[in-house]
């Protein structure tokens, strides 16, 4: 059981920003909120994580409702090279043993 | 390059039989991850290991196993092999402080 929901597919213009959606309503206080992503024919890749306020980073910001209960994973400029699998993940487990569990996730498609 | 590299890239082998996946982890890394992704399950969070010790069990079938070497290189036995076996398994590392993981290029199995 994922417990996290987000749309199957979503398409986005190139150069344009992108918000991908997520919501995990049984969040608990201590849960993480991980984004992967995973491109055709590769291992997943970290992209951004965070527990309470917003995060950025190179690739990507982070926005988490105060209530904890969405987030949303902003792209400022999407490109070609941004296609791929998104997926929002609860971290489960503390103290080292922490693992991540998959969704589905959303398929993010970049047109030019 | 993630710096975690797995072996062999590609696997074929016939139903019933045995085969041993291996995982070098990124440099410095100290724990890793075993998931396997098919088209119907997704990624499954099978198995992490830190130090040498196991530390969190996901679905992992009782066929499979794994372990963590001293030099921290990981390997993930599967056994009895059964068609539905067939997937991508997917090895990732982390160091256990930045809260982001690694993962490797993934080796693909074949099971005929």
């Known amino acids: 059981d994922a417990k996290t929901t987000q749309p199957n597919s979503m398409e986005s213009n190139e150069e344009e920003p992108v918000h991908l959606p997520c919501n995990h309503s049984?969040?608990?206080?201590?849960?993480?909120i991980h984004w992967y992503r995973q491109l055709p024919s590769q291992g997943p890749e970290y992209v951004i994580h965070?527990?309470?306020s917003n995060v950025n980073n190179r690739m990507a910001s982070l926005a988490i409702a105060e209530d904890r209960k969405s987030s949303t994973l902003i792209l400022h400029r999407a490109t070609l090279r941004d296609a791929a699998v998104y997926y929002c993940?609860?971290?489960?487990?503390?103290?080292?043993?922490?693992?991540?569990?998959f969704g589905k996730g959303t398929k993010l498609t970049v047109n030019p | 390059d993630s710096g975690v590299t797995q072996t062999p890239k590609h696997l074929i082998t016939a139903t019933g039989q045995r085969v041993t996946l291996r995982c070098s982890p990124r440099?410095?890394?100290?724990?890793v991850y075993w998931y396997q992704q098919s088209l119907d399950q997704g990624l499954q969070f099978l198995i992490q290991?830190?130090?040498?010790?196991?530390?969190a069990k996901g679905n992992i079938l009782e066929r499979f196993s794994a372990q963590q070497f001293p030099d921290l290189h990981s390997e993930l036995n599967l056994s009895s092999l059964e068609l539905g076996d067939s997937a991508l398994y997917f090895c990732?590392?982390?160091?256990?402080?930045?809260?982001?993981?690694?993962f490797g290029p993934g080796t693909r199995l074949t099971v005929l």
């Open positions: 993940i609860r971290e489960e487990g503390q103290g080292g043993s922490e693992k991540l569990v």
């Open positions: 990732a590392s982390s160091d256990g402080t930045s809260g982001s993981k690694v």
């Open positions: 049984t969040i608990s206080g201590t849960d993480y």
């Open positions: 290991y830190y130090n040498g010790e196991e530390r």
């Open positions: 965070g527990l309470t």
């Open positions: 440099s410095g890394d100290l724990s």
